[in-house]
């Protein structure tokens, strides 16, 4: 549940936005790798610039070297410019972007030759999670080195996990083979967004025993988070976006269960 913040409030918390920085230490400050992830932005509006082929290729090729547990490789990738795009969904891919991936966990491949997890397909679900995820950050990442801007999509344009049984139907998904998320990615329009809001050192990292969080640092947190969304989406609100997930939850809920759990397209 969400609470109403009051102006000067909002006007606190967008200044506090406004202030933060990455923290990068001083010795490292000229490392480029480093810029590039800890400046790295989502970015909701791009450009008709088109992405080289080339270019494009390096950041598939970062998806399909990323890590993965045991090395299975248990993640897929539909690739769309934005002609296949249209011709597959009937809109434009979100924001305008150029090109787009949709991540996807994928545990039907492996299992035609392996079956790892024959009596667990929670663990082998949130395994192929775990390296789709790791998957679309290496794409993330190779495309802000290569000067592509990108944002990542659970929702919006019917484009991840809450419309998981939408996508199995139109990419002709097999049991086993679950959406994620899509990234969308292009030449950013205008400068970047400043940092989000992002909570302090002490509230994620701990040593030894797990550290219960400051509800004032939290409190602070959300109001940032609220008021934040507002400037950037001025036709909604967080609360708004907020319901829409709520409102979807439950469906998806019970189509990812029937698509983890059913196991009968085995071998």
């Known amino acids: 549940m969400t609470r109403k913040i009051g102006l000067w409030a909002g006007i606190g918390s967008l200044l506090r936005i406004l ?3 990455p923290k990068i230490p001083p010795s490292l400050a000229d490392n480029l ?3 590039t992830i800890l400046n790295r932005r989502s970015i909701r509006s791009f450009t008709s610039r088109v992405i080289p082929d080339d270019i494009f290729a390096a950041v598939l090729e970062a998806g399909r070297l990323a890590p993965s547990t045991v090395n299975l490789q248990s993640w897929a990738f539909a690739v ?3 002609d296949l795009w249209q011709q597959t969904f009937g809109q434009s891919i ?3 972007g150029n090109r787009a991936v949709i991540i996807m966990a994928d545990t039907y491949r ?3 030759v392996l079956d790892a997890f024959p009596h667990s397909p929670l663990v082998e679900y949130t395994i192929a999670v775990i390296n789709a995820s790791l998957a679309a950050m290496n794409m993330n990442i190779a495309a802000e080195a290569l000067g592509v801007s990108s944002v990542m999509l659970s929702e919006t344009g019917r484009s991840g996990l809450l419309d998981a049984r939408y996508l ?3 990419l002709g998904l097999p049991d086993g083979v679950i959406p994620l998320m899509t990234i969308v990615f292009g030449y ?6 400043p940092m989000p809001p992002k909570l302090p050192e002490e509230q994620v990292f701990f040593k030894g025993q ?4 400051d509800l004032e640092t939290m409190e602070s947190w959300l109001s940032q988070m609220i008021a934040g969304y507002k400037a950037s989406h001025l036709n909604s609100s967080f609360e708004k976006q907020l319901a829409i997930y709520q409102g979807k939850i439950g469906q998806a809920e019970a189509d990812l269960h029937a698509m983890i759990f059913h196991r009968d397209h085995r071998p």
């Not at 950013?188 to 967004?193: D, E, K, L």
């Not at 797990?210 to 969080?213: A, E, L, T, V």
């Open 19 to 21: 202030r933060g920085k």
């Open 33 to 35: 790798l480093l810029q």
């Open 80 to 82: 769309f410019d934005a």
């Open 94 to 96: 979100p924001f305008h």
């Open 110 to 112: 492996d299992r035609q």
């Open 168 to 170: 199995k139907e139109k």
């Open 188 to 193: 950013a329009r205008g400068p970047y967004p």
């Open 210 to 213: 797990y550290r219960f969080p």
